[in-house]
């Protein structure tokens, strides 16, 4: 297992997502985005920088990019439930489940999509 190849998907997830919130609060800020489109972007820029922090991954590791994608979203799964918990007390809802699971899917494809792609190259 190579801690700094999911250590640099992580920060390519974590760091994409803060810019992609702050530009959306910019936006929303100056009114260019309602309420509407706010609910589908914080539902997609999780699953959108996930598959960025897999593929990273991907690209970085030798074979099977599914595990390595599926290894990647449960230390992103694990991390941001022990922070929901522990910090915001939030509790556990069965609908995110379905969200979860979504999640973990998008960060295999991810990956298997970088292992591809290095090999191409």
């Known amino acids: 297992m190579n801690l700094i190849n999911y250590l640099k998907g992580l920060l390519w997830t974590f760091v994409l997502?803060?810019?992609?919130?702050?530009w959306i609060a910019l936006f929303y800020y100056y009114?260019?985005?309602?309420?509407g489109i706010l609910k589908y972007l914080y539902l997609f820029i999780p699953i959108l920088t996930l598959f960025i922090g897999g593929f990273v991954v991907g690209?970085?590791?030798?074979?099977?990019?599914f595990l390595e994608g599926l290894k990647l979203g449960l230390i992103y799964l694990v991390m941001v439930t022990l922070i929901s918990f522990l910090i915001f007390h939030t509790s556990f809802q069965g609908k995110m489940i379905l969200?979860?699971?979504?999640?973990?899917?998008?960060s295999m494809l991810g990956s298997m999509m970088g292992i591809n792609f290095r090999k191409r190259i």
Do not use: A
């Open 17 to 22: 997502m803060l810019l992609f919130s702050l």
């Open 31 to 35: 009114h260019i985005l309602d309420n």
């Open 59 to 65: 690209r970085n590791s030798k074979e099977k990019g």
């Open 99 to 106: 969200y979860d699971v979504i999640l973990l899917l998008t």
